[in-house]
């Protein structure tokens, strides 16, 4: 089993939008897939069409004792499962306070599914908390997508040293370019830049608007625009990601 975090410090550069077609592309793969959308903005979900059928909340989920397999659902997708999003602020506010107690709770939760599952993936919510460090401590892969401009540059070394402060094992630490222009000089100068850092896939994802459409169709970009070049861009990155994760 290899836990993948689609995480950014920031908010809105498209963890969401990838967390969705790399699970995806995953199950398609033949791999049993579990995604779990554990941002209560919920929007894993909402492409899924998947709504909670466990009341209680995601609060049940952390406790000790907690069955998660309860939370699990069959996505529509062959070899995918879903744990939909807890939208209640509330409950939100119960788990940070339980994983407060411990920052390897999440990671001795999936345990149990180590031999059930080949990935999970989970779409975070952005920025630092207890929740981030559950998730780091849980994760082989903390994946990063990165929009190639000056202020991602200093989130990105901001993250950096938070593993360092906390003493999480930095090469967890994946990262790939989204939303990139190459029309602007800037994208193409940070690229270029942080290319040479070594933690960045080759492929990117560029700006395009059929991931925006995925809001529209609400399902992944295979399911809509197989032939389009973001769902090509997406196949061509998760080649690579698992080449890099299964070596
Ligand atoms: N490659 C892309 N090209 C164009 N638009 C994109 C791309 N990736 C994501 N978007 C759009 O940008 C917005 C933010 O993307 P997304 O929700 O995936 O980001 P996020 O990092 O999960 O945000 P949040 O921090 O709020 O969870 C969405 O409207 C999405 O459709
Ligand atoms: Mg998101």
Known sequence: MVIIAL??????VGKTASCVNFAYLAAKDGYKTLLWDIDPQGSTSFYYQAKAKYKGGIKKLV?????????????????LDIIPADVSVKSFDVMMEELKSSKKRLKSLLQPFNKAYDFV?????????????????ASDIVLMPVIPTTLSIRTYEMTKDYFKEKSIDLSKMMCFFTMADLRKNMHNEIMETLYKDKKFFENYIPYLSDVEK?????????????SGYAAKCYRDLWQE???GVLE
């Open 121 to 137: 993936f989970l779409d975070c919510p952005p920025g630092f908390s207890v929740l981030a460090e559950n998730i780091f401590n």
């Open 7 to 12: 995480y950014n410090l920031k908010g809105g």
């Open 214 to 226: 995925m809001g529209v169709h609400r399902v992944p970009l295979e399911e809509f625009a197989k």
């Open 241 to 243: 990601i698992k080449e």
């Open 63 to 79: 406790e000790k004792d907690a069955d998660i397999e309860e939370a699990i659902m069959a996505a529509n997708y062959e070899n």
